[in-house]
């Protein structure tokens, strides 16, 4: 959904780095998730905000942070890299009348 | 079904015929309930939703049914045509303590030509 943008599409790094993956919306949601997905599981959620003050953990946060920089836009980082932390990332917005999420084109990150 | 491991169930379906995928949900207090396409390599695209006041959704050649006390959601394609091919993931909105949704691990869709 060209409404919801990530930046890397890909990323290979290497363990103990840190990285930023980005997410943009052009949809004027109040809502953004991030979430991450490994081959053969439900997609699995690790933060989300439900405004630009508003940061909450999800299920699988630990060794994750995010930022939520303004309304369109939210990060999230990998202090310290792992192998473990080589997975699919969707980002999603959702407003609160409708319950919808949309989501971005995901980004592959691998953890070597 | 959906399941969760590391390999997808798959329904493999002749085209022009139709396609019934299953999700069984777990909390009977969910109310919101979404179906998602998603495509190799893209995200999980809305499909078509049923909240819990309702047993039947229709929508362009997809039609969702809700049965609450087997706690069971069905996605139903009519004359499925190639380009249907993809996973199909069921979400369920659990108001839990994250008050987001929880998500099947998909089924995998094959259209046969």
């Known amino acids: 959904d060209a409404d919801v943008t990530q930046t890397p599409r890909n990323r290979i790094t290497k363990t103990g780095k840190r990285i930023m993956l980005e997410c943009s919306q052009t949809?004027?949601?109040?809502?953004m998730y991030w979430y991450r997905q490994d081959p053969g599981l439900g997609l699995r959620l690790i933060y989300y905000?439900?405004?630009?003050?508003?940061?909450n953990k999800g299920e699988i946060s630990d060794g994750y942070s995010v930022s939520r920089q303004a309304q369109a836009k939210f990060s999230l980082s990998l202090e310290s890299a792992i192998p473990n932390q080589t997975a699919l990332y969707f980002c999603?917005?959702?407003?609160?009348?409708?319950?919808?999420?949309?989501f971005g084109p995901g980004t592959r990150l691998t953890v070597l | 079904g959906e399941s969760v491991g590391l390999h997808l169930p798959t329904l493999s379906v002749q085209e022009g015929d139709n396609s019934i995928i299953n999700c069984a949900y777990s909390?009977?207090?969910?109310?919101?309930f979404i179906w998602y396409k998603q495509e190799s390599g893209k995200g999980p695209q809305f499909i078509i939703d049923?909240?819990?006041?309702?047993d039947k959704r229709q929508g362009q050649r997809v039609t969702v049914l809700l049965n609450k006390t087997v706690k069971h959601l069905s996605l139903q394609i009519a004359a499925t045509q190639p380009g249907d091919s993809a996973v199909y993931i069921c979400?369920?909105?659990?108001?839990?303590?994250?008050?987001?949704?929880?998500f099947g691990s998909g089924t995998k869709l094959n259209v046969k030509p």
């Open positions: 905000s439900f405004d630009v003050k508003d940061i």
């Open positions: 049923i909240r819990s006041n309702m």
């Open positions: 949809k004027g949601h109040d809502r």
């Open positions: 979400a369920e909105n659990r108001r839990g303590n994250f008050n987001t949704f929880y």
């Open positions: 909390n009977s207090a969910s109310d919101y």
């Open positions: 999603a917005t959702g407003q609160e009348l409708t319950d919808t999420q949309y």
